[in-house]
């Protein structure tokens, strides 16, 4: 093995002693010079195998060459012809590639366990190679690449445009188009250091020989001489039972979803994280893909983790329904609609659930649901776990191309949707059959593609017979998208079990049984009632304007099944409480009635809950703490939070009956690595332990990773701590939190106290500078806003009340008139923006560039 | 312990000499006009190699903080004050056997121009430095740490903007303006800036002198960084004068500053600018620091908040 000198000097990322060149000889006997990376570990653990694709060489690969786990070798070569390996008289084909690479591994005397990594048609050589050499193949991990022409697609339509001969040769060989588009995909943009560092190999015409021949090798044809050896991985890998990891760019104009799910079909067992945002060039586009890779070769060799529910212990998730088949007492009232008994209800569902598997529908199927909170979307989704599928769900206050990201990536079988729903499927080009939630005119099914409406379904059902029951505690029945408030929407998938859980956690919280009925003043809680076997009433408001809700429609809907418990949200609240005053003696009676009242998806400030009394004289005032991914971990109620007073953060109360709460301290620098504790006073990042709690993260191998790395905990990405009384109090979300030189500081706390202030509407606490050092700056907004929404430093006087509330020491205090707040709730406050604002103008001005 | 200050005729050099006096050391102080202060004294330039031996010989310590830190001026009176006064006093402690110095440095040394945020102490820098000040300082400070040998230990600290009651550089600067009502606020005002008020200062100094640290540059500071709006606001109430009320946009100062400079070199006038390119940019981009490293290595902290120094400024004015 020599040392190469024909690598350039200077290539961003590259340690120059990775450089190596080895000359081996091929079947025929020809001797080429490999150029490769290497980080030349002896006596290795085992060895990454990293096979870049066209036309890339093994630069792709440095940030794993860099990132590599202890005591792993990671070799990256430049296939023959590419890079900087020696140049081809003729062209090579797939056959030639697959036994090259098996050459060289002989040449450099790895003997595994190997872990294969393959990108672009990389994925193709590597997964030849590791069918080959399964006796020391450990893993195989594959990013945006392909295996096979998935049914009836005509091939990537950029690699066939560079595929048409005339084009091919101008485009690959004669410029260096092809080699600079490829580069030019990456999302975020390259730096020209990166790019230039690609182009570097492929400065001439006879230097991109290889890179033309390469695109004429991928078999689009049949009876291309390639095509053999293609199909024979792609068939090859059905059987391939080494732990596999998918890595995605759903960006990809020429990879596109259905290779992913191509691969995923192929290899069912494999993880996958999908890096929103990123496109084709994964390693560039998703840096972080290194560590994540690191991560997961280092845990191939750690204990595996418990192994899934195989029982069906648990109850199913429509066994209150079940339960109550011939009970013709109301389940659902829509104030103003319809009437739905237990019965009718109970029957509709087993017809759905039969229509559906009729309809083609398989166990473990995925649906997305488009329908608005109504008797319709509670139908489905209890026939959708009836028939042993998934419910997948996303909040409409993601917008369109926020739900687009989110369902799309979910790989969805099918999905049922009102004729809103059906067009924004349309529009968001989703797979699968639709079914329409209500009967559509014919032209309006054409043009939504629906294979059936919900009636159809029934009298589908209906001639069936019922659905079989096929379903497990550890199948899969729902994916909930989170809200983004801190990036992309997350999926969270939950099992039968934890559903089971769930409904089980929440009927014990609040002592529910088969007397209570309650009201669901935010509409989407009424899905809950069938599984909690409480029969429930929706209010006669516009189901996306929870705020249009007074305290007479309140009690009217109360009335209409005399309800004893109300579960809310705030913005539902706020109204009510202002329109008490309009109450009649007849309505406070039906109010007086109600035991408790919940309210859920934001904090609820205790002031308005103390209004409420009036409204609900006799109710227990109470709010759980939780999020997408477990819900509800703990609860307070009125009486708790006034007894717990103020302190650092909001007073959430104790965790519930068996969960489990837990803190993971603070670094100075802000991160929670530390081993749990549950030790008062200490602040960190909550994690949280109950059979409720998430499965996983859909499609998010790293995050997932990343979140449950103390074995059967949640991390949730919340900061707080709990006290001596073992409640727990949540001081702000983990990336807000400002480590200055003299400790973190933890936002929620001190935005309070300021708050307290007059004049004072909102404040937003962040940090400016770097990690470990950084200054304290409030930001808040007048009791009187205008419009602005950029900030300013504030008048002194209020500069020093600021500052004598906070408790902790404040570099600056700012107005503005408008905070950034989430989609959903409009109530979390963006501060990662409010501190990328507050950073540029505390900065001051910049010096004018051309004399810096 | 016996320490020699240099330049003790300004606030900070006057303060430290005090502090060194008030816990028991043998002071020599050595500027050019006498300082009145109840020591040792020697009167002579820093660039006078005889001066300065006589004042370095027999000194366990020295601390070096003369200087010339006008904003303007020619170029030979920087170099010959900052970087030959520096080599001579390297030179005599390297001759006298003397094993300490603490070379006193500003952060300017290592400032481009760009905002700083919570930057350590970066390398002193000629090539970049903004006017003759700084780069006479980065100059200065290289060859101190240069020096910097088994058997001189050299530390260079960079106090960040002093200031305090009988300041004759920043303070009245600002309180004059001010009460002439040309005192302007630039860009947004809102730029982070540290200073360090000056009995922290001195007491900085005091510990730079006693700790083991060496052959590197820290910055000192109050680590309360402020818009600086704000702190011209504080300073000129506690002056009681009335506070900045124009503002000038950034480029307009900056091009101003340009202009100033150019009439001022062109007629070589000696006196003090309304304003320069290098006070424009230090007045409307950010410059604080990370103060971990400098706190570690001294075993020192701030005794003196921001606000406890306002209010003895204050006290200081309305006892005049």
Partial sequence: MNSAPLLPAGLPGVDPAWSRTVVVADATGAKHTWHLLDNGVRDPVGTLLCVHGNPTWSYLWRRLVAAAPPGWRVVAPDQLGMGFSDRLPEPRALAQRIDDLGDLTAALGITGPVVTVGHDWGGVVSLGWALAHRDQLRGVVLANTAVAMPEGDLGPALIRLAHAPGVRAAVTVGTPVFVRVTTALSRPPLPAAVRNAFAAPYAGRDRRRAVGDFVADIPFRRDHPSRVRQEAVAEGIRSLDVPALLLWGPRDPVFGQRYLDDLRQRMPHAALHRYEGASHLLPEDAPQYARAVAQWVTDLDATPPAPALAGDTAERPWAALAARADDESPAVVEVGGGTVSWAQLHRRVEDLAAGLRAAGLRPGARVGLLVEPSADLTAAVYAVWRAGGVIVVVDRGLGLPGMRRALRGASLDAVIGSAQGLAAARAMGLPGPRFAAGPLPAPARRALGVAHDLAELEALGRAAGPAPDVSADGDDRAVLFTSGATGPAKGVVYTQAQVAAQLAQVRAAYGLTAADRFVAAFAPFAVLGPGLGVASSVPDVDVTAPGTLTAAGLAYAVRAVDATVVFAAPAALRRVAATAGGLTAEQRTALAGVRLLMSAGAPVPAALLRRLREVLPAAEMHTPYGMTEALPVTDVSLEEIEAAGAGDGVCVGRPLPGVAVRISPLSPTGTADAPLTAEPGVTGEVCVRGAHVKDRYDALWATERAASRDPGWHRTGDVGHLDLAGRLWVEGRLPHVVPTAAGVVTPVGVEQRVEQLDGVAAAAVVGVGPAGTQAVVVVVVPDRPGRRRSLAPAAPALADAVRAAAGTEVAAVLVTDRLPVDVRHQSKVDRTAVARRAARLLAGSRTPARHR | ?320
């Fill in chain 2, 1 to 320: 312990m016996r320490v020699l200050v240099t330049g003790a005729s300004g606030m900070l050099g006057r303060v430290t000499a005090q502090a060194l006096l008030a816990r028991g050391d043998e002071v020599t102080v050595l500027q050019r006009r006498p300082a009145g202060l109840p020591c040792r004294e020697v009167l002579g330039d820093v660039a006078d190699p005889g001066a300065v031996r006589r004042a370095v010989t027999g000194q366990d310590a020295i601390l070096h903080l003369a200087a010339k830190v006008d904003v303007v001026g020619p170029w030979p009176e920087y170099a010959r004050a900052n970087v030959v006064g520096t080599r001579t006093v390297l030179g005599a402690c390297r001759a006298a056997g003397v094993p300490r110095l603490v070379h006193v440095s500003s952060p300017s040394v290592a400032h481009a121009g760009a905002a700083l945020t919570g930057v350590g102490a970066e390398p002193a820098d000629p090539a970049t430095a903004r006017g003759n000040y700084a780069r006479s300082k980065a100059l200065a400070e290289r060859l101190a740490l240069a020096a910097d040998s088994a058997s001189l230990a050299v530390l260079a600290v960079r106090p960040h903007l002093v200031w305090g009651p009988g300041d004759t550089q920043l303070v009245q600067r600002i309180v004059t303006r001010a009460r002439s009502g040309r005192l302007p606020v630039l860009g947004t005002g809102a730029a982070l800036i540290d200073t360090t008020y000056v009995d922290n200062a001195a007491a900085a100094l005091v510990a730079a002198v006693d700790s083991e640290a060496h052959g590197e540059p820290l910055v000192v500071s109050n680590g309360q960084p402020r818009p600086v709006a704000e702190v011209l606001a504080r300073l000129c109430a506690a002056a009681g004068v009335p506070g900045p009320r124009r503002h000038l946009p950034f480029p307009v100062a900056w091009a101003a500053g340009a202009v100033v400079e150019g009439v001022w070199t062109a007629t070589g006038r000696r006196s003090t600018p309304p304003l320069t390119r290098f006070l424009a940019e230090q007045l409307a981009t950010a410059h604080w620091f990370d103060q971990r490293r400098t706190r570690e290595a001294l075993r020192w902290r701030p005794e003196v908040p921001l606000e406890e120094g306002f209010a003895r400024l204050a006290a200081w004015y309305a006892a005049r």
